[in-house]
């Protein structure tokens, strides 16, 4: 998979990636707005593991976000099953030196429209912390709309917290 977009470019992930992987994931910043699964710190090792697992996952749903040469980030969709076979929950990091050039805006709108067309999905949806301004206001522009404040359903770094839901319909 291979989106050229203007900030960025969205493509599968290469065993080559893994040095600006650790570099931009490695970051407390980062971590402090993600679930517990992804690691703190980030490790080579974590790294390795990471793209080995992802190298070989079919179908493909997780991606880099590449700028220049760097794997500056990562955007990815968990298909839901069952029922909710029909729905996604996607997520996404960037690194810090990139933040606040519209590249995340950019590469959702683009990965959710992907998502949809591969997966003939009815809906998308991500789940940021409520303190995660930046994230919430990424997913406006990208067309989401707030549904819920989940109040007080989650955990991270020792703090209840509430999470807010978005979601997009085609
Ligand atoms: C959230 C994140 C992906 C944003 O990426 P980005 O490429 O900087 O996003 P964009 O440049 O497309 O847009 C950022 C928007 O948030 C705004 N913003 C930044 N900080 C903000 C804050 N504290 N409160 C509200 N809005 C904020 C910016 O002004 C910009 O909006 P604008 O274009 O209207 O000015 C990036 O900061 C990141 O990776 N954070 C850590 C991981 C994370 O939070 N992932 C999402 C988990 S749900």
Redesign the pocket.
């Known amino acids: 998979m291979h989106l050229r977009l203007r900030t960025c470019e969205v493509r599968s992930w290469q065993s080559n990636d893994l040095e600006s992987l650790v570099k931009y994931a490695n970051n407390p ?2 971590w402090i ?2 679930r517990d699964r992804f690691p703190h710190p980030y490790t080579t090792s974590d790294g390795r593991t990471f793209l080995r697992n992802i190298r070989s996952q079919r179908p493909e749903t997780a991606f880099a976000i590449a700028v220049g040469h760097e794997a500056a ?1 990562g955007i990815g969709f968990q298909l839901q099953g069952d029922v909710e076979r029909v729905s996604a929950e996607i ?4 690194g810090e030196p ?9 590469a959702l709108v683009a990965v959710t429209a992907h998502a949809i067309a591969t997966h003939g999905l009815s809906r998308v949806y ?1 789940v ?1 912390f409520a303190w ?7 997913l406006e ?1 990208a067309g989401y709309l707030l549904e819920a404040r989940l109040r007080r359903s989650a955990i991270k770094d020792g703090r209840i917290v509430d999470q807010l839901q978005y979601a997009f319909n085609p």
Request: include cysteine; aromatic fraction near 14%.
């Open positions: 910043h980062i707005n993600l980030g997520g996404y990091w960037l990139f933040w606040g050039r519209g590249i995340m805006t950019e991500a940021p995660n301004g930046a994230s919430c206001r990424v522009k």
